[in-house]
């Protein structure tokens, strides 16, 4: 006979509390599943504090006195930057999700800025931080959003027009070398650039190169560059920006190409050859069936191919191909020679040592054209350049821009290095100087050291003082509060020195005086040849005031899952 135990009450308790816990624990994955709202003015605190986390290393490479940063790569292996951009990229995520997201603002903002420019993003790190600062300081005094976003954008205005009206053309190899070594602290970048630039104009194109010995090196090649872009994106290699082609065959086509027999001979006679020589197709647009046929081509490793679309505009692509035709040895195809690319023979192709093609355009280098027919060019485009009136600014840059590639304004620079990683930060700083000087002969130059920036002062203080609204005047106190950000940083970085002493002492000394952090003391910017880039400073400031705004203007902000 089988007795009942009876039930133990703490085994009844003790299987209640499981259950309740099992359902409190899907309560909570329920809940933590479900989009979670922060509003104003949590929101904009959270936001300041990603900003400020990534701005702070930033922040440290403004200014000659660089300091380094140490980045752990993998458990095994770190390494030291001092380039801003450089840092940014590096940092993917930060482990707090409430403090990711405005770093990554801040990152999607710095990478935008180098993509752009190759500098300046330091800089604008600076001023967003000074900007939302000061920003959650007056709303938090009752300062109205839409209010300071206004001013904001008025004062930037007001400052853009400042830093115009200060810029000087670059001319002199001095000024060309200052410039490089304010923006990479590289004396022997610096030193060779400034003695390609002298030797090749302002119209000149520097392609890099690597060499087998540590140091730097340089040649100057007959050649130029067009601009156009590449029709299909799987003709680049994988994860790269670009495609060399070694000795290609150039074709040279001022036709649309959209059909199969407009690219068959082309590809028979490169497949024909014994080693098979890789393709360069440059032509007025490529698409349809004739992009697909020599897309695949492409793919499956049959020939070597790169396309180009030029984007000289409708008027002035026959010339583009025409100089081209001349560099290369080519024939320009059309119905203007009475040859198409239908009839396309051995000998109406153009060659060259190398072509670069990039998503941007293409680099000719080492055409194999002869001498007489690339004087006969020369001598129509001087012959153009003559009549030319001086309002016609365009056609007068574009004649100039000809010119340079007709008589080689190729320079190739040659980088080495010691290891890999070394290589590759050269790389990064030659880049970076080959933009910044890009845009300094497109923009002129400033005043360095955020010199420029405090010289926009007077102008936005006068802004300030004509504003009606309160709300609007409080916008550009945040600007002004924002151009002395960058010059106090720079003192801070060289250390030893009270910031807003120094900063008293050059508005007592005069417009044109800065901070030498190189050698600790005020001077003449100008005569100390410490510049900065127009279009940088004016493009970072910019970046810095419209982050700002979207920030100011961030009425909540949402986290899923």
């Given at each position: 006979m089988t007795t009942m135990r009876p039930r133990n009450p703490r085994d009844v308790t003790t299987g209640y509390r499981l259950a309740e816990a099992r359902r409190l624990i899907a309560e909570l994955r329920r809940v933590a599943q479900q989009p979670s709202l922060i509003l104003l003015p949590r929101a904009l605190r959270l936001l300041v504090r990603g900003?400020?986390?990534?701005?702070?290393p930033l922040a440290l490479t403004l200014g000659p006195a660089r300091t380094l940063v140490l980045n752990e790569r993998t458990r095994s292996e770190c390494e030291v930057l001092a380039d801003a951009s450089t840092i940014a990229r590096r940092v993917i995520a930060l482990r707090s999700r409430s403090d990711n997201l405005g770093a990554m603002l801040l990152r999607k903002m710095a990478l935008e800025l180098h993509e752009r420019y190759g500098d300046g993003v330091a800089l604008a790190a600076v001023m967003v931080r000074s900007l939302v600062h000061e920003a959650c300081r007056r709303l938090a005094a009752g300062a109205s959003p839409p209010a300071l976003a206004?001013?904001?954008q008025r004062a930037v205005e007001a400052a853009e027009a400042a830093l115009e009206s200060q810029a000087r053309p670059l001319g002199s190899c001095e000024e060309v070398q200052a410039l490089v070594l304010g923006a990479t602290g590289d004396v022997e970048l610096s030193e060779v650039l400034a003695r390609m630039f002298e030797v090749l104009g302002p119209c000149s194109t520097i392609v890099t190169e690597e060499l087998p010995r540590p140091g730097l090196d340089h040649e100057y090649i007959r050649g130029g560059k067009w601009d156009g872009y590449i029709p299909a994106r799987a003709l680049l290699p994988e994860g790269e920006a670009g495609l060399i082609l070694r000795q290609p065959w150039i074709v040279l086509a001022d036709e649309e190409l959209h059909e199969v027999e407009q690219v068959l001979p082309m590809l028979e006679l490169v497949l024909a050859e014994p080693g098979r020589p890789p393709l360069l197709v440059v032509a007025r647009a490529i698409r349809g069936p004739a992009l697909t046929m020599l897309t695949a081509n492409h793919v499956r490793g049959l020939v070597t191919l790169g396309l180009l679309v030029l984007s000289s505009g409708a008027t002035l692509v026959h010339d583009d191909l025409a100089d081209m035709a001349a560099l290369t040895g080519g024939t320009v195809l059309s119905e203007l020679t009475g040859t198409l690319c239908r009839h396309l023979r051995r000998e109406h192709l153009g060659r060259a040592q190398q072509a670069i093609l990039t998503?941007?355009?293409v680099t000719i280098v080492g055409g194999q054209g002869h001498t007489c027919d690339i004087q006969q060019r020369l001598a129509g485009v001087r012959a153009q350049l003559r009549e030319v009136a001086r309002g016609r600014q365009s056609e007068w840059e574009f004649l100039r821009l000809r010119l340079a590639r007709l008589t080689g304004g190729i320079g190739i620079l040659k980088i080495g290095a010691i290891s890999e990683h070394e290589m590759e930060l050269r790389k990064e700083q030659a880049e970076k100087a080959l933009r910044v000087l890009e845009a300094a002969y497109e923009g002129g130059l400033v005043p360095g050291g955020g010199v420029a920036l405090l010289n926009c002062l007077p102008a936005l203080q006068a802004m300030r003082a004509s504003c009606a609204d309160a709300d609007e005047r409080q916008g550009v106190a945040l600007l002004e509060a924002a151009l002395q950000e960058p010059f106090l940083q720079i003192v801070r970085n060289y250390g030893a020195m009270h910031p807003p002493l120094v900063l008293e002492e050059v508005r007592r000394r005069g417009?044109?005086?800065?901070?030498?952090?190189?050698?600790?003391?005020?001077?003449?910017?100008?005569?100390r040849g410490i510049l900065d880039c127009c279009s940088i400073v004016r493009g970072a400031l910019r970046a810095a005031v419209s982050l700002a705004t979207m920030l100011v203007t961030t009425d909540a902000v949402v986290f899923h899952g």
């Open positions: 900003i400020d986390l990534l701005a702070r206004r001013g904001l998503p941007t355009g417009a044109d005086y800065g901070f030498d952090a190189l050698r600790g003391e005020v001077a003449s910017m100008w005569e």
